[in-house]
């Protein structure tokens, strides 16, 4: 159990400051209350008596023992109207925590895999971000990620069955299980969502080694790396990512959840930033790791000790690492700016971008 943030100061400076999110699986934002709400909408039979019965089974030891879980729980969604009511869920929670802007996981083959059309899926959560930016102000956009247990021919069909919807999707990702299915497995799809014009993110280093890190960025070419805290174990990509000022989307409840780190306590969260690197604070799936982006930034400095000017530097991380104009970044900028000012932490403030850049 980790204790409270006692300084009610910085606690009230991370819950207020402008920050996006950059990692955050739409299917792992589904609360157990909302699965079991679709469950009897869609008249689908789970092996769960209740809510508290589904979350007793939220206890992993390792990522395929949550995946195991999280697919199951994403199997009542079938309508385009249940992934806009899991969207908007989130996108509500999302506003109450300061995210000004979010860029959202989802996992296509995990739906069409269960005969769901790819045009429900899509557009019932382009429809919630629509939404969301008019009623809330929030700014969002969809990542499709492939599924890196299954093939690469899979996902060429994947791409293939989402290109008619090409306008509601900004780029591409890589997920699930990690360790056996590295990134050159999916080099060529890759290449060619890269000549599409699609921006390119990949899970690596969240349990794999720092090799399929190399690969992300030199085979694959992506752009910023979710997770990748097993770079810590490599010198020279350390000194590469501080070097390339490549973001890092680190999910710190996720990793403890998942056991990557025995403890919240033991996060490399802070030694990394402090050698430079690009990281920002995510979510990975709130609805399974015991909390949204805010209760993350909470915890993790309630047993770091890290204070306003790492704030700062991670909610300033998140804002230039999205995948925005240079316009809308500058104005989110100069909130975050005043968001320091008005309480008082104007000396956090630092526009060097972090650490000075190694040779
Ligand atoms: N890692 C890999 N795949 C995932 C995750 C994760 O943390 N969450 C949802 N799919
Ligand atoms: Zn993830």
Redesign the pocket.
């Known amino acids: 159990m980790t204790p409270a943030l006692t300084d009610t100061t910085l606690l009230a400076l991370l819950r207020d400051m402008p920050k996006a999110e950059l990692h955050v699986?739409i299917?792992?934002t589904l609360e157990p209350e909302l699965i079991f709400a679709l469950a009897e909408r869609n008249q689908i039979e789970l092996p769960y008596a209740d809510v508290e019965a589904l979350r007793r089974a939220y206890a992993f030891t390792d990522?395929q023992s949550?995946?195991d879980i999280?697919y199951a729980g994403a199997s009542v969604l079938l309508h385009e109207q249940d992934f806009y009511d899991m969207a908007r869920a989130y996108l509500a929670r999302a506003v109450r925590d300061r995210v000004v802007h979010a860029e959202i996981?989802f996992?296509p083959q995990t739906h069409t895999a269960r005969g769901v059309p790819m045009a429900s899926v899509i557009n019932g959560l382009y429809r919630a971000c629509r939404d969301a930016e008019r009623d809330w102000g929030i700014s969002c956009a969809l990542i499709l990620?492939f599924l890196r247990h299954l093939s690469e021919e899979d996902a060429f069909q994947t791409l293939a069955q989402a290109m008619p919807l090409r306008d509601r999707f900004i780029g591409v990702g890589l997920?699930?299980?990690?360790l056996g299915h590295p990134p050159e497995k999916f080099a060529r799809v890759f290449a060619h969502c890269r000549e599409l014009g699609l921006h390119l993110v990949a899970?690596a280093g969240?349990e794999g080694p720092a090799a399929y890190i190399w690969s992300a960025l030199d085979t694959l070419q992506v752009e910023r790396i979710?997770?990748g805290v097993q770079a810590q174990h490599d010198a020279a990509l350390m000194q590469r990512l501080a070097r390339e000022r490549i973001a890092l989307t680190v999910?710190p409840l996720?990793n403890q959840k998942?056991q990557v780190f025995p403890d919240l306590s033991q996060h490399n969260l802070p030694r990394m930033l402090e050698a430079g690197l690009r990281v920002t604070v995510n979510s990975?799936?709130p609805a399974y790791f015991g909390g949204y982006i805010n209760d993350n930034f909470e915890q993790l400095f309630a047993v770091t000790g890290m204070g306003p000017a790492q704030a700062y530097r991670l909610a300033r991380n998140s804002l230039q690492a999205s995948f925005v104009g240079e316009s809308r970044k500058h104005a989110w900028r100069e909130q975050l700016d005043d968001c320091f000012v008005r309480h008082g932490f104007q000396d956090a403030i630092d526009t060097s971008e972090g650490a000075p850049i190694l040779p």
């Open positions: 699986h299917e792992g990522l949550f995946l999280y996981f996992d990620c997920d699930s299980s990690e899970h969240e979710d997770h999910c996720s998942l990975d799936d």
